[in-house]
């Protein structure tokens, strides 16, 4: 049974910087995401990484603020957040199985870990 652990989420004031990380356990680790969801909205996709890494994708809004990025080798998913605004805030999911912005392509999910920026 494939299993995905995020950490690394907290308070930070906007401008600040947090790196989530995401560990995969139990399974192949596969092309992975990132998607978050603020109070009263729908997740929405953030970024998405082939399994070699050498292909990424982000959402516009987080484009050259945040960077996605994996250790083969630690089955470690990572989600480098810079510059960070109070619209960032939100619940941040990491999700295995698809290279892709839409949600119901990823096989398993991660319970989420909580970022709150503040203003």
């Known amino acids: 049974q494939v299993r995905l652990v995020e950490s690394g989420g907290g308070l930070v004031q906007a401008g600040g910087s947090l790196r989530l990380s995401c560990v995969v356990s139990g399974g192949t680790f596969k092309n992975m995401g990132w998607f978050r969801q603020a109070p009263g909205k729908e997740r929405q996709f953030v970024a998405s990484i082939s399994w070699s890494g050498m292909t990424t994708s982000y959402t516009e809004s987080v484009k050259g603020r945040f960077t996605i990025s994996r250790d083969n080798a630690k089955n470690t998913l990572y989600l480098q957040m810079n510059n960070l605004k109070s619209e960032d805030t939100a619940v941040y999911y990491c999700?295995?199985?698809?290279?892709?912005?839409?949600?119901?392509?990823?096989?398993?999910w991660g319970q989420g870990t909580q970022v709150t920026v503040s203003s």
């Open positions: 999700a295995a199985g698809a290279f892709s912005t839409a949600e119901h392509l990823y096989e398993d």
